[in-house]
């Protein structure tokens, strides 16, 4: 059976990159940045939960083996996680933060200049990300999907129980159940939509011209995958 079959929506994510794609020649506001991610949201959304009932007869067949194997995966990830995000020093920090977003602001638009550059700088030091606080919300998350995994592998359960515990882990992972924390969560998204909607009217027409083309092999790429059935 194709991949196709297993997400529904492969249309409908493949019609919204096309919306996308048409309104980047035109300056944008955070409410629409904001709006399109809510969008994206909401298409992922089911092929997200098919996945997570697929998901159920290997998860609940892990052995300790197994999940030790995926604690020593998470210690390693925050290993490089710590290297990566809590350096010591500050401006050291600082710079790496900046190093990331002009690379994956580059793979979209291009090439940019130095006005761009510093528009970038001067938008990470505003930034409410504070990667301490994000850190440590990942760790208890880690903790819990392995508190998860082993209450579903400790005895036998009914797929209709353990479904219904990863999709309550799931949507932890989308919105804490910490209120300090979904507070954050929600200035950094505002503050990353103005953010991302003051870099994109900042780009001239060739920078967008690259990101045109950006959307355009990602729609054509998934229509062939749902074409094909594979």
């Known amino acids: 059976e194709g991949i196709a079959q297993y997400m529904p ?24 940045v904001c709006h399109w991610s809510e969008e994206l949201r909401s298409i992922l959304s089911p092929a997200i939960d098919y996945s997570l009932q697929l998901s159920v007869p290997i998860v609940v067949s892990l052995n300790k083996i197994q999940l030790h194997h995926i ?6 990830n925050n290993d ?19 190093k990331r977003t002009v690379k994956r602001i580059e793979n979209f638009y291009g090439e940019i200049d130095k006005e761009q550059r510093a528009l970038i700088k001067a938008g990470i030091v505003s930034s409410p990300f504070d ?21 579903l592998t400790s005895e036998p359960i009914k797929d209709e129980s353990a479904i219904t515990m990863l999709r309550t882990l799931a949507a932890r992972f989308a919105d804490s159940d910490d209120s300090n ?11 990353n939509c103005a953010f991302a909607a003051r870099i994109h009217n900042s780009t001239h027409s060739r920078q ?15 229509r062939t995958l749902i074409a094909s059935g594979h």
């Open 9 to 32: 929506d492969a249309s409908e994510y493949a019609d919204w990159l096309a919306r996308l794609r048409d309104q980047l020649n035109d300056s944008i506001t955070p409410t629409q």
């Open 208 to 222: 967008r011209q690259h990101a045109f083309k950006k959307f355009r092999n990602w729609e054509n790429d998934l």
């Open 80 to 98: 490089e996680l710590r290297h990566n995000y809590l350096q010591s020093d500050l401006d050291t920090r600082l710079e790496a933060s900046i």
């Open 71 to 76: 604690e020593r995966r998470f210690s390693k």
């Open 181 to 191: 924390y979904r507070i954050y969560q929600a200035e950094l998204m505002e503050y």
């Open 131 to 151: 990667p301490e606080v994000w850190f440590m919300e990942k760790k208890r998350n880690q903790r819990q999907v392995l508190m998860t995994i082993h209450e």
